[in-house]
């Protein structure tokens, strides 16, 4: 079969046109397809690149913040006495009792193992009624005397006497030792030993329980004495014998 020039011609074209189209799928559609996802890719990436740097502006204060944070933390757990050993303890027990003029028998002190207590949040309940009358006086009292801000004032009653219930309030566990201890002391000493510890810079040694075997201090001295020399006399300061038990709450202190 012979062709004819235009017949030569179309042939030609055609497998041109076929060459090119080949091309164009093995080739240039793969790699308008591959620059098209580079720019996706790009416009996601310059979008998370303005999300860290509007990040890493937030952060720039960061150690500073940190060093306020830890600041604070550290103010706060300076209240409490650190973790110790069962040694220590004793030995700041001891501090504690000489600075107040109380004397502990040291062979009487017993202290537990470290453990845990829970804090039991202070829950007050108030026993005072306000009714809407109360509320609605008290409001128009303030507009007489001026105060505009009780026109913002919501004047519907709310019950007061209503606690919180200690069911859903969340409970913190804590480490501590519990201490049982003798110790002799005049009136005055104990009563500045137990005000003391609300004042040291530690605040966390509480009192859980107390004995005083005599409460006059002179009734046993009295009836042991064998002659009236061995009495107390009146203007004496009478020694105070009982037992305590302490709590130390310990909070281990964070490292620099």
């Given at each position: 079969?012979?062709?004819?020039?235009?017949?030569?011609?179309?042939?030609?074209?055609?497998?041109?046109?076929?060459?090119?189209?080949?091309?164009?799928?093995?080739?240039?559609?793969?790699?308008?397809?591959?620059?098209?996802?580079?720019?996706?890719?790009?416009?996601?990436?310059?979008?998370?690149?303005?999300?860290?740097?509007?990040?890493?502006?937030?952060?720039?204060?960061?150690?500073?913040?940190?060093?306020?944070?830890?600041?604070?933390?550290?103010?706060?757990?300076?209240?409490?006495?650190?973790?110790?050993?069962?040694?220590?303890?004793?030995?700041?027990?001891?501090?504690?009792?000489?600075?107040?003029?109380?004397?502990?028998?040291?062979?009487?002190?017993?202290?537990?193992?470290?453990?845990?207590?829970?804090?039991?949040?202070?829950?007050?309940?108030?026993?005072?009624?306000?009714?809407?009358?109360?509320?609605?006086?008290?409001?128009?009292?303030?507009?007489?005397?001026?105060?505009?801000?009780?026109?913002?004032?919501?004047?519907?009653?709310?019950?007061t006497t209503a606690a919180a219930d200690p069911t859903t309030l969340s409970l913190q566990a804590i480490g501590c030792y519990e201490i049982t201890c003798?110790?002799?002391?005049?009136?005055?000493?104990?009563?500045?030993?137990?005000q003391n510890l609300t004042t040291n810079r530690e605040k966390s040694m509480v009192i859980k329980s107390l004995t005083i075997d005599d409460v006059t201090?002179?009734?046993?001295?009295?009836?042991?004495?064998?002659?009236?020399?061995?009495?107390?006399?009146?203007?004496?300061?009478?020694?105070?014998?009982?037992?305590?038990?302490?709590?130390?709450?310990?909070?281990?202190?964070?490292?620099?």
């Amino acid at each position: 079969m012979k062709l004819n020039y235009r017949d030569k011609v179309i042939l030609i074209v055609l497998c041109v046109l076929l060459v090119l189209i080949a091309g164009f799928m093995l080739f240039v559609k793969p790699a308008i397809d591959a620059c098209n996802t580079a720019s996706d890719t790009l416009e996601s990436k310059k979008v998370e690149l303005a999300d860290l740097k509007e990040k890493n502006k937030k952060d720039q204060n960061l150690k500073n913040e940190i060093k306020e944070i830890k600041a604070k933390t550290t103010e706060i757990t300076d209240n409490f006495y650190g973790y110790q050993a069962n040694y220590k303890v004793q030995d700041t027990l001891s501090t504690l009792f000489s600075a107040d003029g109380v004397d502990i028998d040291p062979n009487s002190i017993t202290i537990t193992p470290y453990g845990s207590t829970i804090l039991t949040p202070y829950l007050y309940v108030s026993d005072i009624i306000y009714t809407d009358i109360d509320r609605s006086i008290d409001q128009y009292d303030k507009l007489a005397a001026g105060d505009t801000t009780a026109l913002d004032e919501d004047t519907t009653a709310t019950d007061t006497t209503a606690a919180a219930d200690p069911t859903t309030l969340s409970l913190q566990a804590i480490g501590c030792y519990e201490i049982t201890c003798e110790f002799d002391s005049t009136y005055d000493g104990l009563k500045v030993f137990a005000q003391n510890l609300t004042t040291n810079r530690e605040k966390s040694m509480v009192i859980k329980s107390l004995t005083i075997d005599d409460v006059t201090g002179k009734k046993d001295a009295e009836q042991n004495a064998d002659d009236e020399d061995a009495k107390l006399d009146d203007n004496e300061t009478p020694t105070i014998h009982g037992s305590m038990t302490l709590q130390m709450i310990v909070l281990k202190k964070i490292s620099n």
